[in-house]
């Protein structure tokens, strides 16, 4: 996305602007200090792209400031030729050459975590560059400080063997593989897991693999999470108990597939997915993230899955509407577990005097066909609200920080609403204390009524029996029913918000879409009871395992499924 972009050449163009600018003014001038200082300088911003670009390659930079500050640290020894100085130099520069190649033989490398496997190889090896960094910086302190040239050789050298023996544990676990398998492996065939997860999405993708965690727990059966990019490692890890598994490789993934698993689940269309359905002896399930009808919730890649869990009769009518043929067989009504702790307020909702609006715009979308976000034309609808006297909680999708245009349209909105909770007193929540001091559910349960784009967010709130609106950013008119349904029970507001106050009116007085929601509700979300909800999905679940056959055997397009179209018992 454009923000993402806008930062990794801000980080790039820092680090290297920096780097030359120390280099010069160390080799060209006399002003040593002020060119030291310009190379710690340069390493920080090396170690901010490192952050914002994971892989970055800074060999040239860092060759540039290790030339700068060993011409500066003998420039303040004055002490001519030195040649421990020129062994500090040697090292330095074989350290340079070395840190990529290992950072890279490492990525290739499985990483764990909640599993009583400790290899410190890969987990030193990816923090190489900045501990080059760091010692860079530590000898550019020495020269300031004009320490013997011994000081900063005994520190190279420390960092030095380091890597060398990291290097030569990468080169061991390459060329000399353990014969009994992998520790990863064998710690793995005795945790016994008879599911796992598999996630591969961008970064800020971490909420569509935890908010399902506490759900596949409470099957109650031994599983893991098989992550496919390491920045994810901590989040999860953090999330669940459960065995959290990096695999860079599909070799990687080769060792953590062991014979116990019968089930993969899936929470998108990750193109990394694919890596994972070639073990033809799981059983794939695709559970999704959300349900909405946004078009990519009718994605034709969904028919490689052997089964595709959604929560209503609705969602597999939006796969025939959008004209993707997958066999009946393969879908299952679980519900949607995630609601379950939502409060229902049946019946028509009481109108308020100053009510409390959840406004949740989505983000742009990676095509302009999926652009429902109406943060663009937001203010006018804030301060409609704020006129009515209402209370806002504004929650905005994760990713609308990667979009320039969209942080600055939110970032206007929540100067708007701390404008207002200033003079008025109205406790409105926005920002970090909308999306990660609250959940969505705490979220829903606190409001009276919502303001929504096409997104999945409605799916949810629809189970509260709350009354909300939807905003028609496609600017289809009379045929938005059509193309997004949950519309049909909801108040639209066009794209212009001219009709802003009448959809206000309906939404927060009269409301007279109530009975029709309930009928929505039942379509969308299953006829589960509301005080075992989640069983739904727990009981589909346990059944595809115990259906599992442990040999191998060959897929067919869609097999037979007695659970299919109706909930598990």
Not at 236 to 242: D, K, P
Not at 538 to 543: M, P, V, W, Y
Request: charged letters at 20%; hydrophobic letters at 45%.
């Amino acid at each position: 996305m454009r923000g993402d972009l806008v930062r990794k050449l801000a980080a790039r163009g820092l680090a290297t602007g920096l780097a030359v600018s120390a280099f010069l003014v160390l080799a060209l001038t006399g002003a040593t200090g002020w060119g030291l200082g310009l190379a710690v300088a340069a390493l920080a911003a090396a170690g901010w792209e490192r952050r914002v670009r994971p892989g970055a390659d800074n060999v040239a930079e860092t060759v540039l400031v290790a030339a700068g500050v060993l011409v500066g640290y003998a420039r303040r020894l004055d002490a001519g030729f030195d040649p421990v100085l020129a062994a500090t130099a040697l090292v330095l520069l074989g350290l340079v050459l070395l840190a990529g190649p290992v950072r890279e033989a490492a990525n290739l490398e499985v990483r764990t975590a909640n599993l009583p496997v400790r290899s410190w190889t890969p987990l030193v090896a990816a923090r190489l560059g900045d501990a080059l960094s760091v010692l860079l910086a530590v000898v550019a302190v020495a020269a300031v400080a004009t320490l013997p040239a011994g000081v900063a050789l005994a520190a190279v050298l420390l960092v030095g063997a380091a890597a060398g023996a990291v290097a030569l544990d990468l080169a061991r676990r390459r060329f000399r593989p353990s014969a009994g398998g992998s520790a990863v492996s064998r710690a793995l065939r005795r945790h016994q897991p008879e599911f796992l997860l598999h996630f591969s999405a961008p970064p800020g993708s971490e909420y569509q693999v935890t908010m399902w965690l506490p759900y596949l727990e409470r099957i109650g059966r031994p599983f893991l999470v098989m992550l496919r990019e390491p920045d994810f490692l901590p989040a999860v890890a953090a999330a669940t108990s459960a065995p959290v598994v990096y695999c860079p490789t599909t070799k990687a993934m080769d060792e953590a597939l062991v014979p116990s698993l019968r089930v993969a689940f899936y929470v998108n269309h990750g193109a990394k997915n694919s890596h994972c359905i070639r073990f033809t002896q799981l059983t794939h399930v695709q559970l999704h993230h959300g349900d909405s009808d946004k078009a990519p919730s009718a994605n034709p890649v969904s028919a490689i899955f052997d089964r595709i869990f959604v929560a209503g009769r609705a969602a597999i009518d939006r796969y025939a509407r959008a004209g993707v043929d997958i066999p009946a067989e393969k879908f299952v009504i679980v519900g949607r577990p995630q609601v379950e702790s939502i409060e229902v307020r049946p019946g028509q909702v009481p109108a308020r005097a100053n009510p409390t609006v959840l406004y949740t715009p989505t983000w742009t979308g990676h095509n302009a066909d999926a652009n429902y976000c109406s943060l663009p034309v937001a203010e006018a609808l804030l301060r409609r609200l704020l006129d009515r006297g209402a209370t806002v909680i504004l929650r905005a999708h994760p990713y609308t920080s990667q979009n320039p245009a969209s942080a600055r349209q939110l970032g206007r909105l929540t100067e708007l609403l701390a404008a207002d909770r200033s003079r008025t007193g109205r406790r409105h929540v926005f920002g970090a204390a909308a999306s990660r001091e609250l959940t969505l559910t705490e979220c829903v349960n606190r409001s009276d009524a919502l303001v929504s784009d096409v997104s999945g967010v409605i799916s949810d709130y629809l189970f509260s029996g709350k009354p909300y609106a939807v905003t028609d950013m496609v600017d289809s008119g009379d045929r938005f029913p059509e193309q997004f349904p949950l519309a049909g029970s909801g108040y639209v507001l066009r794209r212009d918000m001219s009709n802003v106050d009448e959809v206000l009116e309906r939404l927060l007085d009269s409301d007279p879409l109530a009975e029709t929601r309930w009928a929505t509700r039942s379509r969308y979300l299953g006829d589960f009871p509301a005080d075992s909800y989640a069983e739904g999905f727990l009981g589909a679940a346990r059944h595809e395992l115990d259906a599992g056959r442990p040999v191998p055997a060959p897929r067919t397009a869609g097999g037979p499924n007695p659970a299919a179209l109706s909930p598990t018992p």
